[in-house]
T-cell receptor
Framework: NAGVTQTPKFQVLKTGQSMTLQCAQD?????MSWYRQDPGMGLRLIHY???????DQGEVPNGYNVSRSTTEDFPLRLLSAAPSQTSVYFC???????????FGQGTRLTVV | GQNIDQPTEMTATEGAIVQINCTYQ??????LFWYQQHAGEAPTFLSY????GLEEKGRFSSFLSRSKGYSYLLLKELQMKDSASYLC????????????FGKGTRLSVIA
């Protein structure tokens, strides 16, 4: 049982480059979300989805896009990376938004 | 805005009991989570409270008072492996985001 698989684990980007962080879960969870975690800031919600075809913005959505074409996958796209997007990113999934969330292993992203 | 407060750091002795507090001021309340996060790892779920009272789960208990905007996580019989950050997160009824995390409390367990 893989749970939540998040790739890559580490990434270095140059300012202005684009990339997609992948997230897949095999638990048939409806609710998926992306967070960023910065020192002294805690986890902040970027985007979330309550089911396939439905996405919504969280606390810090600017600079990020998401889509949810299937129940399993919830990729996060950075269209034009900026140094302010240097962070650790976590994907999470849960059966409902009020149930236990399972987190991916995280992506440490550095934008130079 | 949404405000969630937790102590930044705490230190406790192996075998002891420690209480980690979380106070919140949010636009509506729909439940409170506690997560544990070891350094360099992903958070893992500890508890979810939506009604007032104490919920016990092994060595860990979580308490909620909705009228006071207050929760705590109680860790008993502390072990060295309990050294981690403990994250409080509140589900919001209205606002621009459905879930807000506190900044976390880093707990160090010493011998």
């Amino acid at each position: 049982n893989a749970g939540v698989t998040q790739t890559p684990k580490f990434q270095v980007l140059k300012t202005g480059q684009s990339m997609t962080l992948q997230c897949a879960q095999d638990m048939n969870h409806e609710y998926m979300s992306w967070y960023r975690q910065d020192p002294g800031m805690g986890l902040r919600l970027i985007h979330y989805s309550v089911g396939a075809g439905i996405t919504d913005q969280g606390e810090v959505p600017n600079g990020y896009n998401v889509s949810r074409s299937t129940t399993e996958d919830f990729p996060l796209r950075l269209l034009s990376a900026a140094p302010s997007q240097t962070s650790v990113y976590f994907c999470a999934s849960s059966y409902r938004d009020y149930t236990e969330a399972f987190f991916g292993q995280g992506t440490r992203l550095t934008v130079v | 805005g949404q405000n969630i407060d937790q102590p930044t750091e705490m230190t406790a002795t192996e075998g002891a009991i420690v209480q980690i507090n979380c106070t919140y001021q949010t636009s509506g309340f729909n439940g409170l989570f506690w997560y544990q996060q070891h350094a360099g790892e992903a958070p893992t779920f500890l508890s979810y409270n939506v009604l007032d009272g104490l919920e016990e789960k092994g060595r860990f208990s979580s308490f909620l008072s909705r009228s006071k905007g207050y929760s705590y996580l109680l860790l008993k019989e502390l072990q060295m492996k309990d050294s981690a950050s403990y994250l409080c997160a509140v589900r919001i009824i209205s606002g621009n985001t459905p879930l807000v995390f506190g900044k976390g409390t880093r707990l160090s367990v010493i011998a």
